[in-house]
DNA sequence: GCCGTTTTCGGCCCGACTGTTTTCAGTCG
């Protein structure tokens, strides 16, 4: 079984989970969490890295002493410290951490004095009122334990970003229209354009701020008041979404923003450069030694230029190598909407789409595009009422015919073509080679063994009317995994054959993720950023994959649809 | 456990809010 560096990461967090409940460095527990980060975020195959005999110490949090415990993992699958903590305390406990509230003294205490060892036992000794009798913790603390529980029975979900930004515009009108209010931002994972965000995090700027919260925690979608303070208050709305107001005086603006805006690991990296340079960075502003003047703080760029750093965009902010890229000067020159030349992957009403050619056509350029590849289905996808041979060949023509008299857009003729189970196209050759490109994408048979998935689709890239591979692993933000498809394989051979991954920016699917599109720049395949959009509003979704873009690293050279038609043309024609 | 124009030891990001306290530990972001 190969080793994931998920697999890894899962293994380092409950360790530090397990030393930090028995009371451990609290240091060394960071050591562990700090290097599970790096290992999740690698964007390459940790494994794969060790057969090429890379030195895993070079890693950032790495040293020598994880290293050799990374190999272990990928060795024999599991690690024996892991095995040896467990066998003197339940592993389950590391369970109880995450629900809100309990910390690592609390499940510490709670297993000691009543011998709660998973979240089971943890309900029946609330219920039985037992916690609330232990020195330190009371009767809120026991509800608390128990709405906790209740949450993570729930399976807490995150929300997609499409979804956060509808609530949140709401909730910031509410906001805006309170007495002395000047600016009104959503920072947080929101702002880093996440694709989903797990609660929103409001910033505002104002100088008494305790009207602002009794604004805020007044507003009508208000389910329950988790805290309320003079600069920052904690709701949850009736949606089930965790909002944090902060308030801050304007001069603290940037800092605050930046502050807020996080990730948490990259502020952190950033505190780290101040600390080197006797500066303190918080919420408020940047500061000298122990003085109390203010060094910058109105602005973001006023924050970074403290420790030496140029402006850094939201989306890169996870401390993935954003630092030392700036550090270097080598931060990439992020794509912007305003970059993309076209859009390659859309539907009509000839199959599940909503709008005719002409409809789809003209509502593109509109949008400022000059080419829109037209992608119905192919046969085998039945539901989708999927065209044969015979129905495409008379889309094709009907195009040949739009194009002649449509001015300052070409309507490229396309097809999504299924890649069938042992990795054939749909369509036979004759009829693709009358396309301008095609988007070839799985869509049955998705439950095949990881080797076979990645075979499957490799074989079908050796067809030399394969273009782009559309949606690449299948999945379906909070709602279906992606298929288990070995991606870096499917990169490699993507690349060698002239082939192209879509980046398919639909809100539900944004497949690739940030990652995997930032393994795409490393390994030099291009990407296609498409809406797959089954009507005119649908061509919209556009952002979206141009904010996973940019999480992923990606400038305009690394993305297919930002080159001139001409461009477009020779580089879709493989043979 | 990591790391180093503070370099092989002694540091390690910073502040707000809650609950259970009577001055603060624990948790969170």
């Known amino acids: 079984m190969p080793v994931h560096n998920r697999d890894i990461a899962e293994i380092f967090k409950k360790v530090a ?10 240091f060394r527990v960071r050591a562990y969490r700090s290097a599970a980060r790096t290992v999740e975020g690698l964007g390459q195959s940790i494994a794969d890295m060790i057969e090429e005999e890379e030195d895993l110490s070079e890693l950032p949090g790495i040293g020598k002493d994880l290293a050799e415990k990374i190999k272990e993992i990928v060795d024999t699958g599991n690690l024996s410290q892991l095995e040896e903590l467990e066998s003197r305390t339940p ?12 910390g690592p003294k609390r499940v510490s205490t709670l297993y000691k004095q009543l011998d709660v060892t998973s979240l089971k036992t943890l ?7 037992k916690i609330s009798r232990l020195e330190g913790f009371g009767e809120k603390t026991q509800q608390k334990i128990l709405e906790g529980l209740q949450r993570v029975d729930e399976g807490e979900k995150r929300i997609k970003l499409v979804v956060a930004e509808e609530i949140a515009a709401n909730l910031l009108d509410h906001i805006q229209e309170g007495k002395g209010v000047k600016e009104v931002v959503v920072a947080g994972s929101y702002r880093r354009r996440k694709e989903t965000v797990g609660d929103l995090d409001i910033l505002v700027t104002c100088k008494k701020g305790a009207h602002v919260m009794d604004r805020f925690t007044a507003y009508e979608d208000v389910n329950k008041i988790v805290s309320k303070g003079k600069t920052r208050s904690t709701v949850v709305l009736r949606s089930g979404l965790h909002v944090d107001l902060r308030v801050v005086p304007q001069v603290s603006y940037g800092a605050a923003l930046h502050y807020f805006t996080g990730s948490k690991a990259h502020n952190i990296a950033v ?8 500066l303190k960075i918080n919420e408020y502003g940047v500061f000298k030694g ?9 602005t ?4 970074y230029s403290q420790v030496a750093l140029p402006y850094i965009e939201p989306e890169l902010r996870e401390d993935w190598g954003e630092i030392e890229a700036a550090q270097k000067d080598q931060l990439p020159q992020l794509v912007t909407l305003d970059d993309l030349r076209g859009d390659l992957h859309a539907h009509t009403k000839e199959t599940d789409g909503h709008h005719t ?4 056509a003209r509502s593109a350029r509109d949008r400022g595009y000059s080419y829109l590849a037209i992608t119905d289905h192919s046969k085998r996808v039945t539901m989708a009422h999927g065209m044969d041979k015979k129905r495409l060949s008379k889309q094709i023509k009907k195009i040949d015919r739009l194009n002649e008299k449509l001015k300052g857009l070409t309507i490229l003729k396309g097809s999504e073509v299924d890649i069938l189970k042992d990795g054939s196209l749909d369509l036979s050759d004759e009829i693709l080679d009358a396309l301008d490109l095609t988007v070839c994408a799985v869509h049955y048979d998705r439950k095949l063994p990881r080797k076979e998935q990645t075979e499957r689709i490799i074989k079908a890239m050796d067809n030399p009317y394969f273009n782009i591979l559309a949606h690449p692993t299948g999945r379906l933000i909070e709602e279906r995994q992606a298929y288990d498809v070995d991606l870096e394989a499917v990169m490699k051979a993507a690349k060698e054959r002239g082939c192209f991954l879509e980046l398919n920016a639909h809100p539900d699917r944004l497949d690739l993720t940030d990652r995997d599109c930032k393994m795409a720049k490393d390994i030099g395949v291009k990407v296609v950023v498409s809406t797959d959009a089954h009507s005119i509003t649908d061509l919209d ?13 990606l400038e305009p050279d690394d993305i297919l649809n930002t080159r001139s038609l001409k461009q477009l043309w020779k580089l879709l024609r493989r043979k």
């Open 17 to 26: 989970d397990l030393l930090d409940i028995t009371g451990s460095n609290p």
């Open 91 to 102: 592993g389950e406990l590391s369970q109880l951490m995450k629900i809100e509230g309990l």
């Open 123 to 129: 309900k029946k000794a609330a219920e039985d009122g």
């Open 271 to 278: 505190r780290k450069l101040g600390v080197k340079r006797k």
């Open 290 to 298: 122990g003085e109390k003047a203010r060094m910058a703080g109105r």
């Open 300 to 303: 973001e760029e006023e924050v």
């Open 357 to 360: 050619l002409e409809e789809m």
């Open 541 to 553: 979704f556009m952002r979206f994959g141009i904010y996973q873009a940019r999480r992923g690293w």
